[in-house]
């Protein structure tokens, strides 16, 4: 019989779709099947871009005879953990608890009723076979076992639990996560921990936020604690090969400490975390300083090269961005992104060859796998105009070998990330194409994935996806939309923010303050998934405290902040025991103290002086300050917006917080002297 998964809209299920395992989605027919057949379940979790998923499907899943012992023994279910995190995370605590450590792929071994018995991640395909054999004659002849087993993972896991809550987060302990980060910090190479390194994308914004508000205007020259660590990370790695020197864009991880050897695939999430954050490291003139100087150049090319790159590779033609580039090519990893010398020298000639080869540190004996080597760039070049044409010039190459397989699933929470980091750089920088394309991706989300008032967390070709969204998608698409609607002054988008975050406040509550990851008419798993703390991208709960605290600075209804400050509870202690896995919510308690501000910019949408006001804010307002406009004649249901209008005609900003308001400016100077607490309220 051929496996069920030819009709998927996710591009890992469809991956599988040929193999000879008889592969079921998740859902209650294969539990069903498994109860008929009394077999365990055999469920594999993983996704498109898994460098050992691929490994594994070649080596098992692909082989019939391997294939045939699965399907003799198990009814075999395969996860899109993109698609189904709640599935994912319910099961790697599963396997955490069970082996000390987690990761992809994902093998559980559970009952017809979804118990987990036993867990694991890769296996090879010799030690797969025998694990085959050695489960199923343990579930024929040790079944009371396996069953107790199962039962008492499943008590375990889903007791209830509860971090201590504490009132939202002060300066004082906000101050003490910086602290503590400087502990962690590894100050030769950047970032937080041995190997691998991840890049700490919400934590970057967190000390960005953090070295302004102790010290907004301090020169560049005497940079704070959390400048320090924010703008050594950010340019280690960009002068490593976790950042593509040739094409823009950050790959998911270093293998090793110092930012060298990349992890290949490339996620939407990561990059659109880190074109925020390069954007808002680039945003203040650097004084006289060279190295400052230098510093915000790189910063302002990573975040351009990085949004380009976004546009160029993981757009989607109906116009949202796809979740991410595969690590493999040509049958292995890194191939498409690797040179030897002598490549160089062939695209390039003897002369540039060896000129390209030292700037980009490719050596003989090579960085990566068979004396090629990942381009790192670890000075500028002394020759600007060269540089470009090198660069083109391997790029163009590149263009010709096989580019690695894109995972083309729209993601809700993802593409709301790409939005808000689009929407900002794109008014910041002054490129209208970014924010169009961020104003093209919320109207695909919200008119493909928006069903009768709820999320479908994915889609595919413009088809929704089976899977209801999660917390994190309400909260990142509604920080997305809020972010659009700053810039564009378009008020359809804050509307249809407030719709997702009044479905938060009425569906994922825990009625302590916080929030569970699913809704409360989602699947029923062993086990209902809440967890506060920052991973590959931000948490639910933080996510949604950010967007709240941001809604409500525009509608002033209390009952948005209260629910904002309820999920921000649990920061405090995070900010003592766990700094590293809570930057989105320090930085969510960051705009929490500053008010968080608010500015209301009034003026036609394109008018020069009025954008030029729009670029002020989020070139010198402190992170996490609230931003509208209007044209002065309507406010859209916007409440910040009632009763704004030019003065003397001209665009008018008014900086307000509370809706206490300063008086109202009409030029750059003014309203970067108000932004900097140099001016009163009226």
Known sequence: MPNRLSDATSPYLLQHADNPVEWWPWGEEAFAEARRRDVPLLISVGYAACHWCHVMAHESFEDPETASRMNELYVNVKVDREERPDVDAVYMEATQAMTGQGGWPMTVFATPDGAPFYCGTYFPRDHFRNLLN????????????????????????????????????????????????????????????????????????FLTAQHERTFPFQSADEPTPAALMAGGTAVAMARGGIYDQLGGGFARYAVDGAWVVPHFEKMLYDNALLLRAYTRLSRRPAGDDPAAIAGRALMLRVAQETADWMLRDLRTP???FASALDADSEGGEGTYYVWTPAQLTEVLGEEDGAWAADLFAV????????????????????????????????????????????????????????????????????RPDWVRAAREAADLVLGTHLLYGRLVRTSRDGRPGPSAAVLEDYADLAEGLLALHGVTGEARYAREAGGLLDTVLERFGDGEGGFYDTADDAEQLFSRPQDPTDNATPSGRFAAASALLTYAALTGQERYRTAAEGALSVVPLLAEKAPRFAGWGLAAGEAR???????????????????????????????????????????????????????????????????????????????RAQLSGEANSG
């Open 318 to 320: 109906e116009g949202g």
């Open 134 to 205: 050695g489960v199923a004659d343990a579930w024929r002849n040790r079944r009371e076992d396996l069953l107790d087993q199962g039962r008492r993972v499943v008590e375990a896991l889903g007791a209830p639990r509860r971090l201590a809550a504490s009132p939202p987060p002060t300066a004082a302990d906000l101050d003490l996560a910086v602290q503590a980060l400087i502990h962690d910090y590894d100050v030769a190479e950047g970032g937080y921990g041995d190997e691998p390194k991840f890049p700490p994308s919400m934590l970057l914004s």
């Open 363 to 430: 050596t003989e004996r090579g960085t990566f796998e068979h004396g090629s080597s990942v381009l790192q760039l670890r000075g500028d070049p002394d020759d600007p105009e060269r540089f470009d044409r090198v660069r083109a010039a391997l790029l163009a190459a590149r263009a010709e070998r096989v580019p690695p397989a894109r995972d083309d699933k729209v993601v809700a929470a993802w593409n709301g990330l790409a939005i808000a980091a689009l929407a900002e750089a794109g008014a910041l920088l002054e």
């Open 593 to 671: 103290l500053s008010g968080p501000r608010a500015v209301a910019v009034v003026g036609e949408p394109g008018e020069p002086a009025a954008e030029e006001l729009v670029r002020t804010v989020l070139r010198w307002a402190p992170l996490g300050t609230v931003l509208t406009r209007g044209d002065g004649t309507d406010d859209g249901g916007v409440a910040l917006l009632e009763q704004r209008v030019r003065v003397g005609g001209r665009p008018t900003a008014y900086v307000c917080e509370g809706f206490v308001c300063k008086l109202p400016v009409t030029t750059p100077e003014e309203l």
